[in-house]
C-alpha cells in the first residue's frame, strides 16, 4: 500500500447530526476493562445448549450471539454478562474523538480506505465484574 | 425489569478484522466536517511510518496496543426489543501527530549543469517521487525547493551547490539589468531575462528563485537576507574552510563574492550554524554535515574549534537533537555548562 485514497462521505454526513451515546449512524463503543471470550462461530446444532441465544441481527448472512443485557441511567450504565456477572461502567466523552475506519479486506485492490464514522462517547466499564445472587 | 434505556447485547460471530480507530486531531476533525479536501494515506516503505495526509498536513500514525475488549456496537431494534450488536472487536488505535513530513532524496541524482549528472540511483519522476514521500502535497513543494530538488527532462534532480550559485548569480544581474521588481517577480519574466543558457532550464530558475523568496506564489518578492545568507555561506566554504580568517576580511570577501551593486546588509547572525569563532574576530566554517550525528561527540568537536560559545551560537547546530522542544537553554544543561554574562548565555565544556 504505498498510496491508498482515504473516503469518508459517511463520517461527513454522520457529523451533522447530533451526537448523544451514539451517532447518527447508530455506531458506539462499549469497552470492557479484561477480555470477554466470543464464540468463534455458531456451533453447529446439536453442540448448543441455548439455540434462542443465537440470530441474525445485522445482516441476513452473519450470526450474532446475544451475551447480555445493558441499563442506561444517564450517564451510568450497568452491564449483566451471561446469568451470574454484572458490571458498573460510566458513559464517556472521548478526547481525541475518534475515527472509525474500514480497510479493504483485500489490501492489493484500488478500494479506498473509509472513515465510516466519527465517535465521540463510549460506555466504559472499568471494575470488576460483580457477582450476581 | 424493563424500561425505555434497556438494551439486549449482541457479539456477530465471529467479529469483522477489517475496522480500525483513529485518533482524530482537530485538524483532521475539521477536515471531515467541512468535506473540501482529500485525504490519503502514505506507507512509502515497509520500515518507514504511514502517514495520512491531507492536501497541505501530514500526520504520523502509530500503532498503541491495548489489553481492552473494545468493541464496535451498533444500535438496532427487533420485536420491540432495542439491541446493540457488536460488529468488531478492536485491540488497538492509531496514535496521530502532526508531522513536518519527509521526502526520500536517497537516490536522486545529484546535477551539475552541463549534463553532468552524478546517477546515484534509479531516475524517478517528480509525480513517483511525491507518492512515494510521506509528505503532503503542498508541503512536498516547499520542503522539495528547500532540499534543493529540481527537475531535468522529467526526471527529479538535486542541484549542487555550484549551480545554484551560478544560476542564483546570472537571476539577480538579469533580474537588475532588465529593471524587474525584486518584490514582484514572476518566473517567466526572470526566466526570459536570464537569455539563453542551455544548462539553466526553467525547471532549475523555477527551483532557484523558490529557494530565494519569501512566499509560495506569484508575484514573488525576492528575500534578500536568504540570498546574502547563501552567498556567506558560499564565502565561509570557499576562504575558511581550513583556517580562520580575520572578520574584516570575511566582510571584503563576502562583499565580493555577491553580485555587482546587490544591496543589503550583511550580518554574521545570518550565518549561524556554519562557522565557528576558535579566536576573537576570526572566523571559520563548519559544515554541519560534516559534524559528528550524536550531540555529545558533536560538541566534543565544537568545544575543540571553540572552547565557549555564545547560546545563539551554538543552538543551530544541536537544535536537532532537541526532539522534545525543551527550551533550548535547558536542553543544552544536559550536555554542557551554562553561565549567564548580562543577556548573554555563555556555554562552555563540562
Known sequence: MPVKEVVYSSAHESLKQPQVITTSLGNMILEIQGELILPVEKPEVGFIDDESKYSKLLSAEQWAVKFGRLELSGKKATLFIGTSQRLLGDVKTLDPPLALLKFPSEPETDEPVEVVDVIKHKIIFTGRPLPIM | MTSDNEYEVHANVPQSYSYRLMELTPELLKVIEEKKEPLVLKAPTSKSEVVLCTSSETFALRQRNHSNTV????????DGKKFFCSYATLSNVFEVRKSKG????EGIPLYDGQNKITNTGESVTLDELKTRSAISDLEFESNWFALNGSSLNGQAIILTDDIITRTLHVMIMSIMASSLDFSELSLIEVFQS?????????????TVLRKFVTNDREPY????????????????RRHCRTKPIELSDFFIKWKSELPPFFESSLDIP????????????????????ELPSDIQN????????????NLTELAPFIEEFNHKNVKIENFVMKFAKKKKQGKKIIITQR
Open chain 2, 71 to 78: 468493541m464496535m456496537t451498533k444500535e438496532g431494534e427487533r
Open chain 2, 298 to 309: 558533536r560538541l566534543k568537536v565544537l568545544f575543540k574549534l571553540q572552547s565557549s560559545w
Open chain 2, 270 to 289: 545570518l550565518l549561524r550554524g556554519n562557522y565557528a569563532m576558535p579566536l576573537p574576530e576570526r572566523i571559520q566554517y563548519v559544515s554541519k554535515l
Open chain 2, 102 to 105: 519527509h521526502i526520500i532524496t
Open chain 2, 194 to 206: 536570464m537569455g539563453e543558457d542551455p544548462d539553466i532550464t526553467i525547471d532549475i530558475v523555477e
Open chain 2, 221 to 236: 518578492q525576492l528575500n534578500k537576507a536568504k540570498v546574502v545568507q547563501w552567498y556567506g555561506i558560499e564565502t565561509l
